[in-house]
C-alpha cells in the first residue's frame, strides 16, 4: 500500500511540475530588421535548494550527518575557525548532493515504472486575447496572397500596424496617407504629369518626399510648404520601440528609416497606378523601376538621392551568388511584397510575444509566395533552433540521458529540420552576416561628394526624359 501510494504522489507531483515547467519559453531579443538574428535568452526553470539540506541523512568521511548533526571537527579547537566554517560548507554541499542524487533517483524510477512523461515535439501556440489582432492580421494577409481577397498593398501595411497598436484605426491611417497623396496629386497637376506618364508619376513623389516644395492646394484655396522626409538614426533598428519602423510613425512625424521610407513610397506609387518595385540590399529595402529609356533606376530614400546600382555593391557585403540566388538587389513583385509584410508581421509577433506555432505558419505561408525571401527562411531557421532547444531543455529536466535522445526519432527529426534550415540559408541563398559598424558606415556613405554628385546627374537626367 505504502509502495502504491508514494507512486501515486511521483506521478502527480511530476504532472504539475512538468506543467509548470512547459509553460517557459525561450523569448529571442529580435530587433525588426530585413533579416532574422535572434539572440537567445533561455529561461530556464531553478529547482529550490532545501532549507536545510541535511533534512536528508548523507554520508560524508564513514559519518552520517542529519538536520542535528555536524562534522567533528566544529569542535576541534586544534583547526581554525576558517577550517572548522569550510567544514560546514562541505558538508553540507555533500549532504545536498547526496538528496539531489537520492531525489532523482526515486524521480527517474518513478518516470521509468509509470511512464508519465512526455516530450513535446513543437513550441505551441501562446494563449492570450493580446495574439488575436496578430492572427487575424495574418488571415487576412493570407486571404490577399491565396486571392480570395482582392490585393490592397494600404491595407495590407495597416493590418500589420494595427496588430501591433490596436489604438491604429483604418481611417486615421487613411487619413494621414491622403494628406499626403493629396499633394502629390497637386504636384503631379502643376507640373501637367500626364496620367500615362509613369515617369512622371515617380519624380512627383520624389519631390514630395526629399524636397522642401510650395504647393498649391485647391481644396484650401492657399499655397503650402512641404519638408522632406529625413532618416531617424536613433533606434532606427526599432530595438526598443517596434513602431519606429512603421508607415504611421513616419506619416506623424515626418522622419523613418529603411523600412519604412520605400513602403510609404510604394504606396505612393501604387495608389497613382504607377509602376515600382521594392528591391533588398544586406539590412536595407529601397526603390527601384524603370525609366522611359527602359532602364532601371534606384532610389535610395534614406539619403533622398537617385543610385546606380554599382553604388550598392560598394558596401563590399552583397556577393553574388546572392543576387543569383534573388535574395538581394532584386525587385518584388506585388504579391511578393504582401508575403514581406506577412514576414513583417511575424517579426513583429516575435518582438512583442516571443517564438510559437504561430510564428511558423506565417513564415511557411510567406515562403511559399516568395520562396527566395531571406526573412521568411531566417524565421522559418529561428523556429526551428528554438524548437530544437525545447527538446533539449525537456531532456534536461526530466534527466533523460543521451542515449534516450539517439533513439528517440521524432527528437532527431526536429534536429534534422533544424540543420536544413540553417544550411539552406547559407548554402542555397548564400547568405553572410553584415556586422553594424559596416552598415553604418555603408549608410554615412550615402551623403558623401561623390553619392551626392551621381545623383544630381541621374536626377538630370530623368527630367530631361520627361521633356521630350
Known amino acids: 500500500m505504502a509502495i502504491a501510494f508514494m507512486k501515486i504522489y511521483l506521478a502527480v507531483f511530476f504532472i504539475f511540475y512538468f506543467a509548470a515547467l512547459t509553460q517557459a519559453q525561450i523569448i529571442p531579443d529580435l530587433s525588426t530588421t530585413d533579416d532574422f538574428q535572434p539572440s537567445l535568452k533561455a529561461i530556464t526553470p531553478t529547482i529550490p535548494v532545501p532549507a536545510n539540506a541535511f533534512a536528508t541523512n548523507a554520508t560524508i568521511g564513514g559519518t552520517k550527518l542529519s538536520a542535528n548533526s555536524l562534522p567533528g571537527q566544529v569542535y576541534d579547537t586544534r583547526y581554525t ?12 554541499i555533500a549532504a545536498y ?24 515535439y513543437n513550441l505551441g501556440i501562446q494563449r492570450s486575447p493580446n495574439t488575436n489582432g496578430f492572427y487575424d492580421a495574418f488571415l487576412q494577409l493570407r486571404n490577399m496572397l491565396e486571392g480570395s481577397e482582392k490585393i490592397d498593398p494600404l491595407k495590407a501595411v495597416w493590418l500589420v500596424e494595427h496588430a501591433a497598436d490596436p489604438t491604429l484605426s483604418l481611417n486615421e491611417f487613411n487619413g494621414m496617407f491622403q494628406e499626403g497623396a493629396q499633394m502629390i496629386s497637386s ?38 510648404v512641404t519638408k522632406p522626409m529625413l532618416y531617424d538614426f536613433e533606434d532606427f533598428k526599432a530595438e526598443k520601440d517596434v513602431t519606429k519602423v512603421f508607415v504611421s510613425k513616419l506619416l506623424r512625424t515626418g522622419t523613418g528609416q529603411c523600412m519604412s521610407l520605400p513602403l510609404l513610397f510604394y504606396l505612393y506609387a501604387k495608389s497613382f497606378n504607377a509602376d515600382v518595385n521594392l528591391a533588398f540590399a544586406p539590412q536595407h529595402s529601397y526603390i527601384t523601376f524603370k525609366d522611359n529609356l527602359g532602364n532601371r533606376q534606384n532610389i535610395e530614400l534614406t539619403g533622398r538621392m537617385f543610385m546606380s546600382t554599382d553604388f550598392l555593391w560598394q558596401s563590399g557585403f552583397i556577393k553574388a551568388e546572392q543576387v543569383r540566388f534573388g535574395i538581394y538587389l532584386k525587385p518584388i513583385t506585388d504579391n511578393e511584397t504582401i508575403a514581406y509584410l506577412v514576414t513583417t508581421l511575424a517579426l513583429t509577433y516575435v518582438k512583442t510575444f516571443g517564438v510559437d506555432d504561430r510564428v511558423l505558419e506565417m513564415a511557411t505561408l510567406a515562403k511559399k509566395h516568395f520562396p527566395n525571401s531571406l526573412t521568411a527562411n531566417m524565421i522559418l531557421a529561428g523556429y526551428q533552433i528554438e524548437r530544437w532547444k525545447n527538446v533539449l531543455r525537456q531532456y534536461d529536466v526530466l534527466h533523460l540521458n543521451e542515449k534516450s535522445l539517439v533513439l528517440d526519432q521524432n527528437a532527431l527529426k526536429v534536429r534534422a529540420a533544424k540543420e ?3 544550411s539552406h540559408i547559407y548554402k542555397d541563398l548564400g547568405w553572410s552576416d553584415v556586422p553594424d559598424w559596416a552598415y553604418k558606415k555603408w549608410l554615412e556613405g550615402v551623403n558623401n561628394l561623390a553619392a551626392r ?5 541621374k536626377r538630370r537626367q530623368l527630367e530631361q526624359q520627361m521633356k521630350r
Open 81 to 92: 575557525i576558517q577550517q572548522r566554517n569550510q567544514s560546514i560548507i562541505d558538508a553540507d
Open 97 to 120: 548532493d547526496a538528496q539531489k542524487k537520492n531525489r532523482d533517483e526515486l524521480l527517474q524510477q518513478a518516470y521509468n515504472e509509470l511512464g508519465v512523461y512526455s516530450i513535446k
Open 187 to 224: 504636384i503631379m497637376s502643376q507640373s501637367k504629369v500626364r496620367p500615362n506618364d509613369n515617369l512622371g508619376k515617380v519624380l512627383s513623389i520624389f519631390k514630395y518626399m526629399a524636397d522642401t516644395t510650395r504647393i498649391f492646394l485647391p481644396s484650401k484655396e492657399k499655397y503650402i
Open 420 to 422: 536544413e534550415a540553417v
Open 453 to 457: 554628385q551621381q545623383h544630381i546627374v
